[in-house]
């Protein structure tokens, strides 16, 4: 008999994350970062640092996940804003870096990847 080992997935473990402090998490994910050549992520990254603060760039591109706490939600979804643009935004998506924040609840109050118009 199979017994489950109760998994988690990033949504879970990010919520744990965000009710526990009682912050809000700005998550950024690089994964696709991560894919592109080194002379594709050196120029992607170069484009980051007119976002970016030189302090966080590092840390950004050093890990597929990187996760920031805020006090305020308004604090949260305004640094994100600002450092990443939308999906929509970027004629190429390999500039894409998607990032959302997680409020307390477990609410996503805010998400960079917006979806394909399907008409």
């Known amino acids: ?6 998994a988690q997935r990033l949504y879970e473990v990010v919520h744990y ?3 526990n402090k009682n912050k809000y998490i700005l998550v950024v994910d690089i994964s696709d970062w991560m894919a592109l050549d ?14 970016i603060p030189v302090d966080e760039i590092g ?9 920031y706490e805020f ?16 999906s929509t935004d970027l004629s190429d998506m390999d500039y894409f870096v998607e990032c959302y924040v997680m409020n ?12 394909a118009n399907p008409g």
């Open 59 to 67: 840390e950004v591109f050093a890990n597929r996940y990187t996760f």
């Open 17 to 19: 994350f965000a009710k």
């Open 38 to 51: 080194d002379t594709k992520k050196a120029t992607v990254k170069t484009y980051y640092e007119d976002f």
């Open 71 to 86: 006090d305020s939600q308004a604090t949260a979804v305004e640094t994100a804003g600002d450092w990443f643009p939308l």
């Open 1 to 6: 008999m199979l017994v489950s080992m109760n």
């Open 104 to 115: 307390p609840s477990g609410s996503q109050p805010y998400g960079n990847k917006v979806p």
